[in-house]
C-alpha cells in the first residue's frame, strides 16, 4: 500500500515544486513506481516536469469539479514509472467552485485514496497558502514533507505550519503525521545555513532529513527546460542531492 505525501510550505520560494519534482523523479529512477500531483494554480510543477499548461485538456480541477475520470486525467510521463495529474490555471477557480460542494475538503482524498494500491509514493504539490485547495491536499494525506529554506524566517514559517497541521488533525485528518523537514538552497561556503538547520533542530520537535539540497545553477536552470534534475543534467550536484534524498525516504519507509 503506497503513501501520500503532501509536500507543504505557507512560505513560498522554498524550492517546494523543485522538491515535489525531483524527488519524484529520483524515486522513480530507483524503480518506484510514483504519482505526481499538482494543485497549485500556478501549475510550476505541471510545467517543470515538461507538460504544456496551455496544450492539456484536462487537470486536477475537472477531477474535482467535474468527477473526470481519473484515466482521462493522468498523464504517464516518459519517465519509467512516474506519473502526473497536472494543473492549470482553471484551478485558480475551484476554491469559489467548490464553496458550495458537500464534504468540500475531501474531494481529492476521494480521487486519490484508491489510487494507493497502484503507487508506492503519492506526492502532492500544495499551494504556498492555507487555501482550500491546500486543505484538499492535507486531508487527503497521510504525511507532510517541509521543505525550508536556510534562511532565518524558517522556524517561523515551520512554527506557523505545526500550527496549521495540527487544526487539520484536530478537525479533518487525525491521522496525518509531519514526515520530516528537508533543507533547501543550502550554501555550504556560509554559516548561515548551518546556523538555522541547528536552530530548528534545537526548537523544534519534527525529523529532518540528513539530506540538505544546495544552492545549484543546474538545478535552477532544469524548470525552464521542462526537465527533472537527474534527466537534465545527472552528474550534478543538485542531481546528486535528490538521489540521496530519495534513497534516504525508501530506507527510512522500508519499501
Known sequence: MG?????????GG????TTAINLSACLSEAGKRVLLVDIDPQGNTTSGIGLSKEEL???????LIDDADIKDVLVHMEYPKLDVLPSTIDLSGAEIELLDVQEREYRLKHVLE??????????IDCPPSLSLLTINGLTAADYILVPTQCEYYALEGLALLMHTVELIQNGLNPDLKIDGVVFTMFDSRTRLSAQVV??????LDVFIYDTTIPRNVRLAEAPSYGLPINIYDGRSSGAEAYRKLAQEVI????F
Open 3 to 11: 503513501r501520500i505525501i503532501a509536500v507543504a510550505n505557507q512560505k
Open 57 to 63: 485538456e484536462l487537470s486536477v480541477y475537472n477531477l
Open 114 to 123: 484508491p489510487l494507493k494500491k497502484k503507487y508506492d509514493y503519492i506526492y
Open 14 to 17: 522554498v524550492g517546494k515544486s
Open 198 to 203: 541547528e536552530n530548528v533542530r534545537n526548537n
Open 251 to 254: 530506507h527510512r519507509r522500508n
